[in-house]
């Protein structure tokens, strides 16, 4: 309960933003119309390989990205969708530099009403481009 707390708090104290997933490009683990909530002050951090992260999309200046963190350079990072068959990701647009990055889902929001904390230091889940 305490961890709720604290994320709620976060939140009203604008170090935490909601977003809705669109589309399947992270199903199983996220689907469309889920609701996350991100750490937008760890914006500066590199994240971790694994991480469920938002990002800027590099392709259009109005939007945002759900993606995994597949791996990093010095300053950039690669990102990965759960769901390769219905996704556009690094593979299509290349690594992104860190400044693209909003911060990492800490928590997931189902519409029926179910919370899930999503895992600090979680697994990729697919590793080729197939």
Sequence with gaps: MFRVAKELV????????WYRVRGNSMYPT??????VLVDTR??????????????HDPERSDAWLVKR??????NTF?????????ARDSRQ???LELDALIGPVTV???PD???????????LKHTSDS
């Design 30 to 35: 996220l689907k469309a119309d889920d609701c």
């Design 10 to 17: 976060a939140w009203l104290c604008a170090r935490r933003r």
């Design 42 to 55: 760890a914006r500066s951090a590199k994240p971790d390989i694994g991480r469920i992260v938002v990002v």
């Design 93 to 95: 647009f290349g690594s």
């Design 113 to 123: 009403g179910k919370l899930r904390w999503l895992p600090d230091h979680p697994t």
């Design 108 to 110: 997931l929001f189902t």
């Design 69 to 74: 963190v597949a791996s990093h350079g010095d």
């Design 78 to 86: 690669a990102l990965q969708s759960d769901n390769p068959a219905d």
